[in-house]
């Protein structure tokens, strides 16, 4: 479950912890890890409570050319320390939760990166005319709110839709990583007159 929750936390950090958070208060189906068990319910909902609050905001100026880098550099801040609560939060592994906090942290500022850096390189995309950062957060956004739910009533679904997030941000990174080395460097007749001086 700790790679569920990881995923869909550098998804979208607020939505994903606010879903989590949101499920350990209301539900008993979110497994009771050890920093689960020593919360009180009205904590966990005052933790859904911030998160949901923040959303919009991140939902709503991430969509905005001016706003939207300093929005994904503060969702990629915050990614690794969601991470590392949301994965010491439902942790059964008798792993030692400084280990477990450290996979959390790690892993989801990992996601959060290649979220980032996919989201830039379709904004800069000429065929979206400078908005393609959209579609690719507006995808993250709707997978981090279905990633935990799917994980707690069928785990194999919840793996199933993180690794195709993973897939996906990891075709996406590759993708761009072959187009800057297949495009050749080309001379312009002013750079060619300069060089020949």
């Known amino acids: 479950m700790e ?3 990881v995923v869909a936390v550098g998804l979208n950090p607020y939505i994903g912890m606010f879903i989590l958070a949101a499920l350990a208060a209301f539900t008993t189906h979110v497994p009771q890890g050890a920093l689960l068990e020593a919360t009180s319910i009205p904590m966990l909902g005052a933790v859904a409570i911030l998160f949901g609050l923040a959303a919009p905001f991140d939902f709503v100026f991430g969509k905005f050319v001016r706003f939207a880098p300093a929005v994904r550099r503060t969702s990629q801040l915050v990614a690794p320390f969601a991470g590392a609560l949301a994965a010491v939060s439902v ?15 790690a892993a989801s500022w990992g996601v959060s990166a290649l979220l980032t850096a996919a989201a830039a390189r379709a904004s800069r995309s000429a065929s979206w005319v400078g908005l393609g950062h959209i579609p690719v957060l507006m995808a993250a956004a709707t997978a981090a709110a279905c990633i935990v739910p799917l994980g707690l009533a069928k785990p194999v679904l919840g793996y199933a839709v993180s690794g195709t997030a993973l897939l996906m941000l990891g075709n996406s990174v590759l993708a761009g990583m072959r187009t800057v080395v297949a495009k050749p460097a080309r001379r312009t007749a002013r750079a060619a007159a300069l ?3």
């Open 3 to 5: 790679l569920i929750a």
């Open 91 to 105: 942790t059964e592994s008798g792993l030692p939760l400084p280990v477990v906090a450290a996979f959390g942290a």
């Open 195 to 197: 060089a020949t001086r």
